[in-house]
Nanobody
Framework: QVQLVESGGGLVQAGGSLRLSCAAS????????MGWYRQAPGKQRELVAA???????HYADSVKGRFTITRDNAKNTVFLQMNSLKPEDTAVYYC???????????????WGQGTQVTVSS
């Protein structure tokens, strides 16, 4: 069993900051990548930021310069520091991990339950 647990969401005024955390636990034999997606009402889920545990990073154009993704490989945890938040950042943010549960096993995608981020204007 693999579990992803997110925390850190909440309500913040425009221009403020939030820090999201996601910890992977269970049969996390080898994590290849972790990242964050978000979904606003009426919109499809979109990639916000992702980082492989080898070090490569990707950001959506809409958050470049404002959001920073970091990770703690030893704790199988990824963070999303969100600065200069805008109302359009309002969404449910979902943690994602690509990992294998055992030696030579396939890489699979796992998802957290989501955490609400609301940015008031």
């Amino acid at each position: 069993q693999v579990q992803l647990v997110e925390s850190g969401g909440g309500l913040v005024q425009a221009g403020g900051s939030l820090r999201l955390s996601c910890a992977a636990s269970g049969s996390t034999f080898s994590i290849n990548a972790m990242g964050w997606y978000r979904q606003a009402p009426g919109k499809q889920r979109e990639l916000v930021a992702a980082k492989t545990f080898a070090g490569s990073t990707h950001y959506a154009d809409s958050v470049k310069g404002r959001f920073t993704i970091t990770r703690d490989n030893a704790k199988n945890t990824v963070f999303l520091q969100m600065n200069s938040l805008k109302p359009e950042d309002t969404a449910v943010y979902y943690c994602n991990a690509g990992l294998r549960e055992y030696f030579a096993g396939p890489y699979k995608d796992y998802w957290g339950q989501g955490t609400q981020v609301t940015v008031s204007s």
